[in-house]
């Protein structure tokens, strides 16, 4: 157990600094990937299987697509030094970030948690859904947020297309410059 | 395996086997959410600093899926809501890139430095 | 006891001329020239009223007293608002509104081009109604709000015409210099109340006598309320304000400052006499300051070239009589020249204001020959300038020679030779000023072009003048056939109190006394006219062979020069100096706050840095520290590590 959660911990963690300190915005997004498998892995780890799938199939799969069309449509050649890439707050950023990190930390082992045995987790499909629904003893508010997450899509598909579409007027994408 | 050996195997085996306690997974994660905020508030282009946002989100849904497996009282809801909160950050990058690229047509830039007309 | 229809003749008498004030203040631009109609009005029914009082007085033979509660705080707290009028009183109201009314005829003509005659006819009746309501005020706290209102009137009569800084500059000073008195004079006042718990003179009286108040205090607040008279009469060493307050118009000179609110002082000190009386030290001081002050004003009026300012100098130098008629004793005749010389002087004053309005200048040097030319002012002037100057058988003699009587009899010689001294001064000043302007040729185009008055100016002119002859003969001596002590000590006395004090023995007419006053001021008139009819060039050689007395007299024995290098000029540098503090350090710490909110909120603006980022990083800070706050354990050290990480990052996030 120690050396899956030790090999996954650090799989994650170095890729999120690689997120950070690339210097290739692809370079970034794969990285951003690979941070997200290790926290499949964890969700494997943490007894909750469907939900680890759930992870790969959305994040990997299709977030990480979205965000390399995006990386694709604003393209910016990989650079050389990290002035361009990193902008002032470097220094006081890491403080906070630091500083931040460290208070959760502090905040969430300062508690008493003897007596937490893992294995409450759901280890099935249908009890996460039964989860989601709000049925079957799982919290029933989950009902109305279930119904509320879709809605929520459906406004974010629209806002996306109306918020990207080209106005009249405006100069055709000529794509790569410089 | 030779016998002498049992006993060492044994007790190395029930190292490797122990349960994770719940603060390794809750630190894994903190540190996951503190650098993705240091990524979000350093870097200039702005699809990073979108990634660093969906680092600081994963980090939560851990958390989440922490509890819902260790809390004996939970019935798995830490695992429900994560699921929710990977739809909204789905929905979120959707719009956020739209946004960006929204700006990047104005403004043939994505350096969030650039977008400062909020300026004194 | 007084019936409710006596009570109500005798509110109304200050009482008219105050609406009068009222209404003229409200509706005088849209009355105009007839304001006069509407303040005669109300000044003669007072003087109808006045005289009524006179009579219910000498009828009753006491006095009439009543009064309302004004405030009412318990013992020693209590001031009434009420009106005591006896024999005095009654003498000065009639005085007041009789003068009153013939100046306010006098001035329908004299200010008839003023452009802001109704507001003059207004103030002259609020001043008229401050007078008699001072007049018939019963206690030290109801006579000072009046005595305060007058001096108010006084300064806005004065400055009537403030476009001209002359005139501005001289109600200043005269509202300056009477201050010093009134502070005095509520000091004074003060002291008496905390002694006797009252303020009424009554009870002031009664305390004093019963030994309540102590001697070398009570002695200290009698001379501060004589202070208080000093300086509404003009004596030494308050006198500086009564010159310059010529500057006003010439009216307002014959009723303030000839016949009432100068004789407020003597008015205070005869009101109060049983209090002074008790002092022997005050009478002295009293006594004597009148007897300085009269000797020392007289020399002052013997150079001036301006007429008016010879009549002031002598209106303080004949209240300078009064008081020392007071300070020795003889109440009777101390009143006896106030209410002489309120018909003369104000006589001499209109008579000046007549010449003024003819050829429109003060200046005695640029007049001359005016007796035919201005017949009635001439007589009249010479009526009143015998009987200043005490010529038998003019009002003005017998007044004065009572004075001087006494003061011989009660061996006040030193006292006697200054006053006999007066005397001669008086005659030739009054004259030298009389001959200058109407004898000779006349020695300017606007003398040579003159011509007498209106006859609204002459009419009260006339009035007065009789009075000046007659007005005395109330107070003739048993001598002449008239009853013992003459009509006026009937009236005007000292209480029984008061005489029981002085203990002073009675004295006859003394006809050797009369005979010599009477010659020194036929010496006077005599020494005038050779100087000034006769030769005249002698006149100019003896100023230019003494010129250092010469000008000292003239100067006014240099006091406003010495007042103004030790009180004006320090007075003036503080007050600059206040303006600057005030203007500098508090204006500027005002104007600091202002514009050190609006330089911090310049600084503060350069965190409005426009980058997401960098609220971004601002707001996880916050959130930062507020956690750190709310769950810290070692408060202090981790409040100090936040705070200097807040620092850093705002220093560095500011620059972006």
Redo the contacts between chains.
């Keep these: ?3 899956a ?1 030790a090999f996954l ?1 650090g799989m ?2 170095v890729s ?2 690689g ?2 300190l690339s210097r290739s ?1 692809v370079h ?2 794969l990285f ?1 990937s690979g ?2 498998l290790g ?1 499949a892995g ?2 494997v ?4 299987p ?2 680890a799938t ?2 790969v199939l ?2 990997v799969g ?2 990480t697509v ?2 390399l ?3 694709m ?2 393209q ?1 050649p990989q650079v050389r030094r990290y002035r ?26 300062v508690q008493d ?1 003897t ?8 280890r099935s499909v249908a ?2 859904g039964n ?2 629904l709000g049925v079957g ?3 029933p508010i ?1 009902g109305l ?2 119904e509320v ?1 879709s809605v ?2 459906l ?3 629209i ?3 109306v ?2 579409r ?1 106005r009249t007027g ?2 055709v ?1 000529r794509g790569v ?1 410089e | 395996m030779p016998p002498q050996l049992q006993p060492y195997v044994q007790q190395g085996l029930d ?14 994660a ?10 979000a ?8 600093v ?3 946002i ?2 600081m989100i ?1 980090a939560v ?3 989440l ?2 509890f ?5 009282g ?4 830490g ?2 809501y ?3 909160v ?10 956020g ?6 700006v ?3 403004r ?1 830039t ?1 350096n ?2 650039e977008i400062n007309l909020m300026k004194w | 006891m007084t019936s409710v229809g006596q009570q109500l003749i005798i509110a109304a008498i200050p009482v008219l001329p105050a609406l009068v004030f009222v209404v003229l203040a409200l509706f005088g631009r849209y009355l105009g020239e007839s304001a006069q109609y509407v303040a005669i009005f109300g000044v003669a029914t007072s003087l109808v009223f006045s005289a009524f009082s006179l009579y219910f007085v000498i009828r009753a033979q006491t006095p009439i007293d009543f009064a309302v509660n004004w405030i009412d705080l318990g013992p020693g707290g209590s001031f009434p608002m009420g009106i005591y009028v006896d024999g005095l009183a009654a003498v000065m109201l009639v005085v007041v509104c009789f003068v009153s009314l013939m100046i306010q005829l006098y001035s329908g003509a004299f200010m008839q081009d003023d452009s802001r005659f109704a507001w003059y006819y207004a103030v002259l009746n609020l001043f008229t109604a401050s007078m008699l309501g001072l007049v018939v005020a019963p206690s030290f706290i109801e006579l000072y709000v009046f005595w305060e209102l007058v001096g108010l009137c006084s300064y806005l009569l004065i400055g009537h015409w403030f476009e001209k800084p002359s005139a501005a500059k001289a109600a200043q000073k005269a509202f300056i210099v009477t201050r010093i008195g009134d502070a005095a004079l509520f000091v004074g006042i003060i002291m008496f109340w905390r002694e006797a718990g009252t303020t009424s003179f009554q009870g002031i009286t009664e305390a004093a006598q019963a030994g309540f108040i102590g001697g070398s205090l009570f002695t200290t607040a009698v001379i501060l309320v004589f202070v208080g008279a000093i300086g509404k009469s003009a004596q030494f060493p308050l006198h500086v304000w009564l010159p310059d307050a010529m500057e006003g118009p010439t009216p307002v000179s014959a009723l303030i400052h000839a016949a009432t609110m100068v004789a407020a002082g003597v008015y205070l000190v005869a009101r109060t006499y049983d209090i002074f009386v008790q002092s022997p030290a005050a009478m002295l001081v009293v006594a004597y300051i009148g007897g300085f002050t009269a000797l020392m004003a007289a020399t002052m009026a013997l150079t001036k070239k301006d007429i008016k300012r010879v009549v002031a100098y002598s209106t303080v130098s004949q209240l300078g009589y009064m008081m020392l008629a007071l300070g020795i004793g003889s109440y009777t005749a101390g009143i006896f020249h106030l209410y002489n010389h309120a018909f003369f002087k104000a006589l001499l004053f209109l008579g000046a204001g007549s010449i003024i309005y003819a050829i429109n200048s003060y200046n005695l040097t640029e007049m001359g020959g005016l007796r035919r030319r201005m017949p009635i002012t001439f007589w009249t002037m010479v009526v009143a300038g015998l009987s200043l100057a005490g010529i038998f058988p003019l009002s003005g003699f017998w007044s004065k020679d009572a004075i001087l009587a006494a003061t011989y009899e009660q061996h006040f010689y030193v006292l006697y030779g200054m006053v006999l001294l007066t005397v001669f001064l008086t005659a030739f000043y009054i004259f030298r000023a009389i001959f200058m302007a109407f004898t000779g040729e006349p020695r300017s185009e606007g003398a040579r072009n003159a011509t007498e008055s209106p006859g609204i100016m002459t009419g009260p002119m006339v009035l007065l003048a009789l009075l000046s002859v007659v007005s005395g003969w109330v107070g003739i001596p048993a001598l002449f056939g008239a009853p013992e002590g003459g009509f006026f000590e009937r009236i005007v006395q000292p209480s029984a109190l008061a005489n029981e004090t002085l203990a002073l023995e009675g004295h006859e007419f003394s006809i050797a006394l009369a005979i010599v006053s009477t010659i020194v001021a036929l010496l006077g008139v005599g020494l005038a006219y050779l100087l000034y009819v006769r030769e005249p060039e002698r006149a100019t050689s003896l100023a230019r062979r003494f010129a250092p007395v010469y000008n000292f007299l003239d100067d006014g024995w240099y006091f406003d020069a010495l007042y103004e290098r030790v009180f004006v000029r320090p007075a003036m540098a503080l007050g600059r100096a206040t303006n600057v503090f005030d203007r500098r350090a508090i204006g500027g710490l005002v104007s600091g706050v202002g514009r050190g909110t609006g330089g911090i909120g310049e600084r503060l603006r350069r965190l409005q840095t426009g980058g997401a ?2 609220y971004a ?1 601002f707001i ?2 916050s ?2 520290v507020i ?2 706050i709310v ?1 810290a354990q070692y408060t202090v050290l981790v409040i100090g590590l936040i705070a200097l ?1 807040t620092l ?2 705002v220093a ?2 500011a ?2």
């Design positions: 157990m120690i050396i959660f911990a994650t963690l999120a600094l997120v950070v915005v970034s997004a951003m941070s997200f926290v964890f969700f780890m943490l007894n909750a469907a939900l759930l992870q959305i994040y299709a977030v979205v965000i069309f995006g990386i449509f604003t910016r361009t890439i990193i902008n002032r707050q470097i220094w006081p950023g890491l403080f906070v970030a630091l500083g931040v990190g460290a208070f959760l930390a502090y905040v969430l082992t948690w007596g937490t045995e893992p294995g409450n987790g759901l009890d996460l989860t989601l003893g799982a919290p989950f947020l279930f997450a929520l899509l406004v974010a598909m806002a996306a297309i918020v990207s080209r405006e100069g994408d410059e | 190292v490797v086997n122990q349960t994770i306690p719940l603060e390794g997974y809750l630190i894994v903190a540190i996951m959410f503190a650098i993705g905020a240091w990524g508030l350093i870097r200039r282009n702005a699809v990073v979108f990634m660093c969906e680092l994963n849904n851990l958390t899926v922490g819902s497996d260790y809390l004996p939970a019935d798995g809801a695992a429900g994560a699921v929710l990977i739809a909204v950050a789905a929905a979120e990058v959707a719009v890139l739209a946004i960006v690229l929204a990047y047509r104005s043939k994505v969030v430095d | 980022q960098n990083l996880l800070l959130v930062l956690g750190v769950g990480i850093v990052t560095v996030g620059r972006l």
